[in-house]
C-alpha cells in the first residue's frame, strides 16, 4: 500500500514565524500536491509538483511556497505565517499526471494552529 | 474552473438504510472521478475511482455511477451500518487543468 506521511499531526505556531510542513511518499510516485481543508470551503489546492525541482501553483498559493529536493519529499513553507493560516493542511501523490485510472492518495494531514 | 456541488450537504440515517449521495459537475472533461471517505480530524481515504468510459464501479457495498455527459455521480452505501458515518467527498480529475476538483462533502450519519 501507498504510505503518505506527513511529519506532523498538530502544529502550533506563533505569527510571523517560517513553518515547514513536511510530505514524503514511498511508493516513487511523480505527483504531489499540498491542499489546506478548512470548514464550510472544502479543500483547496494551493501547490503541486509534477517532478523533482518542478513546482506549479494551485488555487491559493498565495503566502506559501514549496520545495521538491527528491522525488518523494515535498515540502510546504509558511514564509511568514499568519492567523489566516490556521488550518487543516492535507498532502498527497499520485503515480503520474491524470490518466483514466490515477488514484491519489493522502497523508493524515497537519492542523496546524497560528497564534 | 470546475464546480463541484455535493448534495446532500448532511444526512442522517437509521443502521440498514441505504444511502444515496449525489455529486454534480460543471465540466465534463475528466480523466475519472474519485469518491472519498474522511473521518473527523482525518486524512481522506480513497473508495473508489471510476475512469470517465466507465458508467460505475462496485466495491463490497458501494457503488458509484457515472453521468459523464450530464456531470453527475452518484453514490450508493447498501444497508449503512454505524461504521459509515464520516464525510464523502467526490472530486474529478480534469483533463485541462490536470488536477482533482473537489465538492464540500456529504456529513453522514448512521444511527445504531
Known amino acids: 500500500d501507498v504510505k503518505v506521511t506527513q511529519s506532523s499531526r498538530y502544529l502550533v505556531k506563533r505569527t510571523g514565524e517560517k513553518v515547514f510542513l513536511e510530505c514524503v511518499q514511498d511508493?516513487?510516485?511523480?505527483?504531489m500536491f499540498w491542499y489546506r481543508q478548512d470548514p464550510g470551503l472544502g479543500l483547496r489546492l494551493i501547490y503541486f509538483s509534477y517532478d523533482v525541482k518542478m513546482k506549479e501553483k494551485g488555487d491559493i498559493p498565495e503566502g506559501y511556497s514549496v520545495s521538491r529536493e527528491k522525488k518523494e519529499r515535498f515540502s510546504l513553507i509558511l514564509e511568514s505565517a499568519s492567523t489566516n493560516q490556521t488550518s487543516m493542511y492535507l498532502c498527497?501523490?499520485?503515480?503520474?499526471?491524470?490518466?483514466?485510472?490515477?488514484?491519489?492518495?493522502f497523508g493524515s494531514g497537519t492542523q496546524l494552529s497560528v497564534l | 474552473k470546475q464546480e463541484v456541488t455535493q448534495i446532500p450537504a448532511a444526512l442522517s440515517v437509521p443502521e440498514g438504510e441505504n444511502l444515496v449521495l449525489n455529486c454534480s459537475f460543471t465540466d465534463s472533461a475528466i480523466y475519472n472521478l474519485q469518491w472519498f471517505r474522511q473521518d473527523p480530524g482525518k486524512g481522506l481515504t480513497s473508495l473508489l475511482l471510476?475512469?470517465?468510459?466507465?458508467r460505475e464501479q462496485t466495491s463490497g457495498r458501494l457503488n458509484a455511477s457515472l453521468d459523464k455527459s450530464s456531470g453527475r455521480s452518484t453514490l450508493y452505501i447498501a444497508a449503512s451500518q454505524p461504521g459509515d458515518s464520516a464525510t464523502y467527498l467526490c472530486?474529478?480529475?480534469?483533463?485541462?487543468?490536470?488536477?482533482?476538483?473537489f465538492g464540500a462533502g456529504t456529513t453522514v450519519t448512521v444511527r445504531a
Open positions: 471510476i475512469q470517465s468510459s466507465q
Open positions: 511508493m516513487d510516485h511523480e505527483n
Open positions: 498527497a501523490s499520485s503515480l503520474e499526471a491524470g490518466g483514466a485510472n490515477e488514484k491519489l492518495f
Open positions: 472530486a474529478p480529475w480534469g483533463t485541462n487543468d490536470y488536477k482533482l476538483s
